[in-house]
């Protein structure tokens, strides 16, 4: 067994906090002059492309077959949907408000890891729960009065991507990190083709296809290897450290999605985002700390009795 490095596991976390938003901020340079289709269709090909000479010369098994197979689907659905209401949320939103409203995320896993997978949640974790959502809410609301019903897509990247996490959690020790995200890759493209075919026929706009100017394919290439290197980034991370130790830090990602939001739109949350970005990120490292707490008291009741 690989011996924990926390040091090396905490700089590749840190090095996530910051690809992904910067992943984001692409994303939202993006909407106002590609296609949504063609922005995600780039997005998961170049992770098949980047993704599969890795696979292929280090040996790794990404053949799947039944009950892996079909989960998998289920997940480069899921992973789809997600990253598709995400990409339209950044289109409309500033970008720490739409980062911090997706961090409801852990909030809604722990609910369907209680109604779904039937975990035991104590009333803290659940009364934190409510407090971070209340703290979304406030996030949601001047968003919300100024753009309408697209403030409430962050939180649907949430939900869609608490059931992400439950599909992958069934499947984890049953497939390579890298094979998974390979194989999500080529499926995504095979499924995206037909709808920008379909679009190209109906002239649905978001499923149109463009010509992108020089500055534009550079933005494309830019977010399929910032969002492959995002999620070897974290995969990588916790190879070195306990998801433990690394949960809280994901959290720096709305620091820095703030500096780039200020930086390169010249948009900063307001005084009634900013608590609720407070409020929620406060609830959600309260949540982490007692899992840690449940996990330590579990730990002590099932280990044998020091011999005298």
Known sequence: MQQDRPLIGIALMMGFCIVAPVGDAVAKLLGASVPLGQVVLLRFALQALILIPIVWYSGRVWHMRGRVFWLTLL????????IAAMFTALKYLPLADAVAIAFVMPFFMLLLGKLILKEEVGPRRLGASIV???????IVQPSFVNVGWPALLPIVVAVVFSFFMLVTRQIAKETDPISLQAVSGVMAVVMILPLLALGAITEFAPLQIIQPDA???TLLLGIGVLGTIAHLLMTWSLRFAPSATLAPMQYLEIPFATLLGLLIFSDLPNPLAGLGILISVSAGLYVIMRERATARDLAAAVAPPMAP
């Open 215 to 217: 500055l534009d394919w």
């Open 132 to 138: 971070g959502f209340l703290g979304t809410l406030l």
């Open 75 to 82: 997940r480069t659905l899921l992973h789809m949907a997600g």
